[in-house]
C-alpha cells in the first residue's frame, strides 16, 4: 500500500504562482510514476501533469508552458509548481501515484484545493 500526503495549494492571484507537494510512503519500490489531476466544480477529473521514475514528464495543453512537475526520488515527492495562475486553474488538485505500463491512478491523495482569484 502507498500512502500519499499533499500539502500546498490556497489562494493564489492570477499571474502569480503557487507550489503543490505530495509525498509518498508505503511500497514505495511500485511506484513508477507520480502526477497530478484536478477536478473543478461540475467538470470531469483531468490529468494535469505526470513524471515517470526517470525523468519523463507529460502536460495537460492547458498548462504547458505554465507549470513545471519535478520529483525527488531520495525524497519519494512530487512537485507542480504552478505559474501564471487563471481563474480557470481553480479546482481541487488530487496527487496519484502508480505503477508501469498502467493509467496513473493506483494510489490517491486526499486532494488540496487551489483556487486562483483577486
Known amino acids: 500500500q502507498v500512502h500519499l500526503v499533499e500539502s500546498g495549494g490556497g489562494l493564489g492571484q492570477p499571474g502569480g504562482s503557487l507550489r503543490l507537494s505530495c509525498a509518498a510512503s508505503?511500497?514505495?519500490?511500485?511506484?513508477?510514476?507520480m502526477g497530478w489531476y484536478r477536478q473543478a466544480p461540475g467538470k470531469q477529473r483531468e490529468l494535469v501533469a505526470l513524471?515517470?521514475?526517470?525523468?519523463?514528464?507529460n502536460y495537460a495543453d492547458s498548462v504547458k508552458g505554465r507549470f513545471i512537475i519535478t520529483r525527488d526520488n531520495a525524497k519519494n515527492t512530487v512537485y507542480l509548481e504552478m505559474n501564471s495562475l487563471k481563474s480557470k486553474d481553480t479546482a481541487v488538485y488530487y496527487c496519484?501515484?502508480?505503477?508501469?505500463?498502467?493509467?496513473?491512478?493506483?494510489?490517491w491523495g486526499q486532494g488540496t484545493q487551489v483556487t486562483v482569484s483577486s
Open positions: 496519484a501515484a502508480g505503477a508501469a505500463g498502467r493509467v496513473l491512478g493506483d494510489y
Open positions: 508505503g511500497s514505495i519500490f511500485s511506484i513508477y510514476k
Open positions: 513524471i515517470t521514475r526517470g525523468g519523463m514528464t
